[in-house]
């Protein structure tokens, strides 16, 4: 499976200004995927990173509010722009991994502890 | 509207004893489910997984029973250790369809020595 590697691990960020995450994968893979856990909920899909078009974003989430870059197969990073309070989660990367032999067994990053304050 | 449920929020065990934890979905359309593991400070680590055209998978320690009719499966551990404490994720998705990911809330398993 890939491994990934997620940065920064946590950070305290002040309302209004913006945090960028990044995810480095150790293989190449097609598709990444951007996950956001509040406290105490489940693991929620914000997007899905695509290498060379646009990120898809989920039902709730926009690119003005989370922007997405995938420039290479290996590498993305999602941004939490004009934050505030209500968005201190842990923001995860996910990439596929193993599906070719069939589990399915999507690998995550460490994720990213962000308090606005 | 919460597709997968894991409706015990934490589950304590005792070291050597079976720990079974539980989930629900609601989407008929779900074909492949996935037990992922989390401790504090890391990301959640894929631990089992199994298609909808089987009832049962087993690794080691760790099996994955589901039933179909129910929309239910259940994470069998034999015999718990305290390594295996951590929040424990269902998720579920659609193969052929969207393959995304859809989780449970965890359930937070400790396994007292």
């Known amino acids: 499976s890939a491994v990934i590697s997620q940065k920064p691990s946590r950070d305290i960020c002040q309302r209004g200004t913006s945090l960028t995450i990044q995810c480095q994968v150790d293989?190449?893979?097609?598709?990444m995927f951007w996950y956001r856990q509040q406290p105490g909920q489940s693991l929620t899909l914000i997007a899905t990173?695509?290498?060379?078009?646009?990120?898809?974003?989920e039902s709730g989430f926009v690119i003005d509010k989370f922007p997405i870059s995938r420039p290479n197969l290996t590498f993305s990073t999602l941004t939490v722009s004009n934050m505030s309070p209500e968005d201190s989660s842990i923001y995860l990367c996910?990439?596929?991994?193993?599906?070719?032999?069939?589990?399915?067994?999507?690998?995550f990053g460490s994720g990213t502890r962000l308090t606005v304050v | 509207d919460q597709q997968v449920k894991q409706n015990s929020p934490s589950l304590s065990v005792q070291e050597g004893r079976i720990s079974i934890l539980n989930c629900d979905y609601t989407n008929s359309m779900f074909d492949y489910f996935l037990w992922y593991k989390k401790y504090p400070a890391e990301g959640p680590t894929f631990l089992i997984s199994?298609?909808?055209?089987?009832d049962k998978n087993e690794d080691g320690r760790f099996t994955v029973f589901l039933n179909k009719s129910a929309k239910h499966l259940s994470l069998h551990i034999v015999p718990s250790q305290p390594g295996d404490s951590a929040v424990y994720f269902c998720a579920a998705l659609e193969r052929g369809g969207s393959e995304k990911l859809v989780f449970g809330k965890g359930t937070k398993l400790t396994v007292n020595p």
């Open positions: 990173a695509n290498q060379g078009s646009e990120a898809t974003y």
């Open positions: 996910s990439a596929e991994g193993g599906r070719e032999l069939a589990n399915y067994g999507y690998t």
């Open positions: 293989s190449q893979v097609t598709m």
């Open positions: 199994i298609s909808s055209i089987k």
